[in-house]
């Protein structure tokens, strides 16, 4: 599903040239749940950018899904990561005006994924498996915080892709919910989805078939 050769990252910032990955060779197989650990600034969050089409490699190369994805333009990137990949952030990033279900449906309206007429209803079927179809109606502000992430996976899962990547997806919840967080994306492998998770959190490495660890831009 995944294959990262000879991947470098080098951001120009005020201060000089920081290289945050070097020289990454990585593979990871369909419906595999991947943790990538590490230390703070050892180059995790760009490496799950590099995976989600964010964000493109100084050198080397990325391939996901069988497409070389530095090789496409900005409006072709696009349209591919909203086909093939969800992802889930630290700070789920609901839009704050629309219901749960609006969330969830954001997706596939902005895709055209599926047809208008069924966008609801599979947005209802997603918050049922994510187990909060019953907030379906209201507002994000009203959720608890683990109810949110729910509502970002759901979405995130809206367009069916493929891949699922999430950056530290349990750094605000507590650790009950967390553990919940983390059955759920096991769950997802278990249904053929590639789940590839940064985190700080030892129960999400027990609980994923692998984990890979960075140390200073390297896997270590």
Request: hydrophobic share 40%; proline share 4%; charged share 25%.
């Amino acid at each position: 599903m995944i294959r990262l050769n000879g991947v470098t990252k080098t951001f120009e910032t005020p201060a000089g040239s920081f290289t945050a990955l070097r020289g990454i060779d990585l593979e990871i197989r369909s419906g595999e749940f991947v943790a990538v650990v590490g230390r703070s600034g050892s180059g995790k969050s760009t490496l799950l950018n590099m995976v989600a089409g964010i964000d493109r490699p100084t050198e080397g190369r990325v391939s996901v899904a069988g497409t070389s994805i530095q090789d496409l333009d900005h409006d072709r990137l696009a349209s591919w990561r909203g086909r093939t990949v969800g992802v889930v952030f630290q700070f789920f990033q609901l839009l704050p005006t629309l219901t749960v279900a609006e969330n969830v449906m954001l997706p596939m309206d902005f895709s055209g994924r599926f047809p208008g007429r069924e966008r609801r209803g599979r947005a209802l079927e997603l918050l049922a498996r994510v187990e909060v179809e019953d907030q379906a109606d209201k507002l994000p502000a009203t959720l608890s915080g683990g109810q949110q992430q729910r509502v970002a996976i759901a979405r995130a899962l809206a367009n069916d892709p493929p891949l699922i990547v999430a950056d530290e997806p349990t750094g605000n919840l507590d650790s009950a919910t967390s553990a919940a967080i983390f059955r759920l994306f096991g769950l997802l492998a278990k249904d053929g989805k590639t789940v590839v998770l940064v985190t700080h959190e030892r129960d999400a490495v027990s609980g994923a078939m692998r984990s890979v660890t960075l140390d200073d831009g390297r896997i270590a």
